[in-house]
Nanobody, 123 residues
Framework: QVQLVESGGGLVQAGGSLRLSCAAS????????MGWYRQAPGKQRELVAT???????NYADSVKGRFTISRDNAKNTVYLRMNSLNPEDTAVYYC?????????????????WGQGTQVTVSS
């Protein structure tokens, strides 16, 4: 059973920084792309950033230049460094990963989600 466990959320003042972490626990699996999404109250969940297994990244326009996604494949962990935070960044942040059973080449990829971590930016 694979689980994504997030950490690092909290309350920060505008202009501040936070780093989120998300580790995949379990055994016998492979991870493809990983990413972060967020959902603010009353809004739909939106993409923040993604990173492929090879390290290629993609960002939402609203966070480009402020957020940095990275990953440590040896630790099955993805990070999100968030700088210059503003109140519009307040949301629950969710980790996402494409994961398959590594025991078979033909195993399908499944999307896994973390439980979410709250990020609140005060003005």
């Amino acid at each position: 059973q694979v689980q994504l466990v997030e950490s690092g959320g909290g309350l920060v003042q505008a202009g501040g920084s936070l780093r989120l972490s998300c580790a995949a626990s379990g055994s016998g699996f492979s991870i493809n792309a990983m990413g972060w999404y967020r959902q603010a109250p009353g809004k739909q969940r939106e993409l923040v950033a993604t990173i492929t297994s090879g390290g290629s990244t993609n960002y939402a326009d609203s966070v480009k230049g402020r957020f940095t996604i990275s990953r440590d494949n040896a630790k099955n962990t993805v990070y999100l460094r968030m700088n210059s935070l503003n109140p519009e960044d307040t949301a629950v942040y969710y980790c996402n990963a494409e994961i398959k059973n590594s025991g078979s080449y033909f195993s399908p990829w499944y999307n896994y989600w973390g439980q979410g971590t709250q990020v609140t930016v005060s003005s």
